[in-house]
């Protein structure tokens, strides 16, 4: 950011999503449309069974027609991979990066390399990724190491695409702070497209600083922001003023930071409500917006 001639330092204008996960009765379509007519920035697209099935026949085309939806409607786009049974119908989540079976593991990395180029075709600002909890009888050095050379693949093919890699602080998983997100940085040598996915609900769940702070501690990895309300110690996606999470602070370091991607509402677990959440979530983040960052 560069601070007015004569003047302070101005926020970064934020933008504004909402993830397909939290509208998973709808059609990705109608999703789309919804989403643009409210106002909204951008969307947060899980590639899922429901809406864009990265492992179906025909993804070329089918991933040409989103662009060119997303273009008409002037969404952005950040590309997520938390689709809970993409892989396996009966594992949640599975196989995940930390599987002890390599072929396993391997699944788990044809679709993040797969959603890569699927936003590098969207033009989306980043792909979302999370570790996956660590198995029974696995020790913290193999899981890490495991983690570390699974994604070193996925992080060769971001650079080609220019598409970073955002890996999300998940609680219950391996990788479930901060903390263990630079762990991996510094494993992996700090390379360029390894970014950091901020869930702010997170950071009040179970950081131990405050969620502003987390904002400012994570700014020179961030990459992808998700926004939800929750409650300290309770890892529970809950809609805005049902938690306990100060917004206006949160906001106004995010946009002190400069960081120029979506901020994503994430509330899965209400898909049954999705349309009403989305009208009722975006009034609610541009009121606790610092005043001229939002449109």
Excluded at 77 to 84: F, K, L, P, Q, S
Excluded at 85 to 109: I, M, Q
Excluded at 173 to 202: M, N, Q, S, V, Y
Aim: proline share 9%; with cysteine.
């Amino acid at each position: 950011m560069t601070p007015a001639a004569d003047g302070p330092l101005a926020a970064t204008p934020l933008r504004f999503g909402y993830g397909t996960n939290g509208l998973a009765d709808l059609r990705l379509d109608d999703a789309l449309s919804l989403l643009a007519d409210l106002g909204y920035d951008g969307v947060g697209l899980t590639l899922d069974h429901m809406h864009l099935d990265p492992l179906a026949p025909d993804l070329s085309a089918r991933v040409r027609r989103v662009a060119q939806r997303l273009d008409t409607l002037g969404l952005g786009v950040t590309v997520e991979t938390g689709a809970r049974y993409v892989l396996d119908p009966r594992r949640k989540h599975g196989p995940s990066l930390l599987d002890p079976d390599p072929d396993a593991r391997a699944r788990r990395v044809d679709l993040l390399i797969r959603a890569v180029r699927i936003a590098a075709d969207l033009g989306a600002h980043a792909v979302h990724c999370f570790s996956g909890s660590t198995p029974a009888g696995t020790d913290p050095d193999t899981a890490w190491k495991r983690l570390a050379e699974a994604l070193i693949p996925v992080l060769d093919t971001a650079a080609a695409a220019e598409v970073p890699l955002a890996v999300e602080p998940e609680p219950g998983h391996l990788l479930a702070t901060l903390a263990d997100f630079h762990h991996l940085r510094r494993t992996l040598g700090d390379p360029e497209h390894l970014g950091l996915t901020l869930d702010i609900g997170h950071c009040q769940c179970l950081e131990p600083l405050p969620p502003a702070d987390c904002v400012r501690a994570a700014a020179p990895w961030l990459r992808h922001v998700q926004i939800e309300d929750m409650r300290r110690g309770v890892h529970e996606h809950l809609p805005f003023g049902e938690g306990e999470i100060d917004f206006p602070p949160v906001l106004a370091a995010l946009a002190a930071t400069g960081y120029q991607g979506l901020t994503v509402v994430e509330l899965p677990r209400h898909s049954h409500a999705g349309p009403q959440q989305a009208a009722l979530s975006l009034p609610f983040l541009r009121a606790a917006a610092p005043e001229g960052s939002t449109p």
